[in-house]
């Protein structure tokens, strides 16, 4: 359900429009790997089949389940995926302990986050462009920006966020964009709901009650409003996350848990 959330059908979208250029680069990290390897799809697709490198806790096999691994993984680990057709990167961990839970999509020309929590997300910045140039380097053959050792970096590109913080990861990026999807109102009682019980005319029912286990698990009705949107327009398959998809992640997953199974610690 975490491709239903409208922040990530946003930055699929800006993706495919190429508002950051070329992808190169997904960062992501969540302790369960379904969660974590999903931006690398969302990014880069299913029809290729990465390279991988993965290390960390050693898998151990499922006596239920004839020693298969569990597909959640074990953390901490991490894999870096390649996807050599593509030229792009994707650098994945699996944290054990507190962690960031962003998500990075890094292009040529930009760069979009999706914010904490990035498995449930309710936000995304959108960074692109470069600082209005100014100066004449480039006209007279120099380059158009050169690193000077009293005054850093200096050239053709008007002074914004480059020599504000001298950080290339905000610096070139001059126009940022926020975009708020807030959950649906109300909010479930207590993540879900509470124990009780219900007369349906002939007897009373009791029932334990549920939960959500977690904060804006909304994605479930965001998915379940798909589903009925796709009844109605007669389609077999969910665009927004294809069965080539989520077979891909299950292709990725084993690979990662065979690697780890086989040199981890």
Not at 4 to 31: C, K, N, S, T
Request: proline share 8%.
């Amino acid at each position: 359900w975490l491709r239903f959330f409208p922040a990530v059908e946003h930055a699929r979208a800006a993706i495919e429009r190429g508002d950051i250029g070329a992808l190169q680069v997904v960062q992501a990290d969540y302790p369960d790997r379904v969660y974590a390897l999903n931006p690398a799809i969302t990014g880069f697709g299913a029809d290729e089949m990465p390279i991988i490198a993965a290390t960390g806790r050693k898998m151990r096999g499922q006596p239920y389940a004839n020693d298969v691994f569990s597909g959640h993984g074990a953390p901490p680990s991490a894999a870096i995926l390649q996807y050599a057709e593509q030229q792009g990167i994707a650098v994945i961990t699996f944290p054990s302990g507190r962690f960031v839970e962003e998500t990075q999509y890094v292009g040529t020309k930009g760069r979009i986050t999706i914010e904490t929590p990035s498995h449930h997300p309710t936000a995304l910045t959108i960074r692109t462009g470069r600082p209005p140039r100014r100066g004449t380097r480039k006209d007279d053959g120099q380059p158009i920006m050169e690193l000077d050792a009293s005054q850093g970096w200096v050239g053709d590109w008007s002074e914004t966020h480059w020599n504000q913080d001298r950080n290339p990861s905000n610096g070139p990026f001059n126009q940022v964009e926020r975009f708020e999807y807030p959950i649906p109102t109300p909010a479930p009682i207590t993540r879900g709901q509470p124990a009780g019980s219900r007369w349906t005319g002939e007897k009373l029912i009791n029932y334990k009650g549920w939960t959500w286990s977690g904060g804006n698990q909304h994605g479930f009705t965001y998915q379940a409003q798909a589903v009925h949107r796709c009844f109605d327009a007669g389609l077999t398959e969910m665009p927004q996350f294809r069965r080539a998809e989520s077979i891909r992640v299950c292709e990725i997953i084993d690979e990662i848990n065979r690697q780890c199974a086989e040199t981890g610690f």
